[in-house]
C-alpha cells in the first residue's frame, strides 16, 4: 500500500466516523426531546386505537363491537401496525407513542442517509440533521401515537428511491419507488398524490448535478414497472377496501 492510499484510507474512515458521529448526536438529541414533550396523545389517536384492537379482536372495522364496520380512520397503514402491536399484548396508548419516537429515529437516519448518497460530508449535514432532530413538528408528534412519523418515514423513503431512480437507473430503485407510493397511500389519504408528483419530477429531470449527485433521465422499462407495481398495490388495496 502506497502511502497515498493510506491517506485516502484514512480520510475515508475519518469522514465515515465523523458522519456516525453526528448521526449519533442527533438521535440522541432528538430522543431526549420527544421525551421532554411526551406525553402527548391527542383524541384521534384514540379513535386508531379502537380500530386496531377491534380488527386485533376479530371485529372488523367496526367502532363498536357488533356493529356495522365504518372506515372511521385516514390511517390504514397505522391502524395495521397498532393491531400488531396490540395482538402481541402492548397497551396501546403507552405503546404507540414509544413505537413513534422509534420511527422518529428512523427518520433522522432515513435523511442522513439521503445526504450521504447525495455527497454532503458529515460537516455539510451536521446542522440540518440536528435541526430537522429538534424540529418541534417531529418531536412533538412522534411521541403522540398519530401516524404521522410513519408517514414522514415514507416520504424520506420517496425521496431516497427517487433519488436512486435519478442517479442510478437500477430496476431495483424503480420498484422501491412503486412500493414506496403504495406505502404513502396506506399511510394517508393525500400520500396518493406522493407517486404521481415523483413520476413527473422525473419526467422533468434533464442531466445535470444537484449536491454532487448526477441526474439522467428515466429509463421507459423502468417507469413502466415503477408504475404498474403502485397500480396493482392501489387497486388491489381499492377493491378490498369496496
Known sequence: MTTTDAQTKMTSGSAALGFAAVIALAIVLF??????????????SYVTFRYAEQFAEGNGFAYNTGGEPVEGYSNFLWVMAAAAAHTSGKDLPTAMPWIGVLI???????????FYRGGFDWKQSMVPLLLFASAGPLVTWA????????????????ILCF???ATRGSIFWYIALGVAGIL??????EGILVFPALVVMLALVRGGSTGGAVYSLPRRTGMTASIAVFLIGVVAYTVWRV
Do not use: K
Request: hydrophobic fraction near 60%.
Open 31 to 44: 430522543v431526549i426531546c420527544a421525551v421532554i414533550v411526551m406525553p402527548f396523545v391527542p383524541d384521534d
Open 104 to 114: 422518529g429515529a428512523l427518520n433522522v437516519l432515513l435523511l442522513a442517509a439521503i
Open 143 to 158: 411521541g403522540s401515537g398519530m401516524e404521522t412519523p410513519l408517514y414522514s418515514l415514507v416520504l424520506l423513503f420517496a
Open 163 to 165: 433519488d436512486g431512480v
Open 184 to 189: 404513502a397511500a396506506l399511510c394517508r389519504p
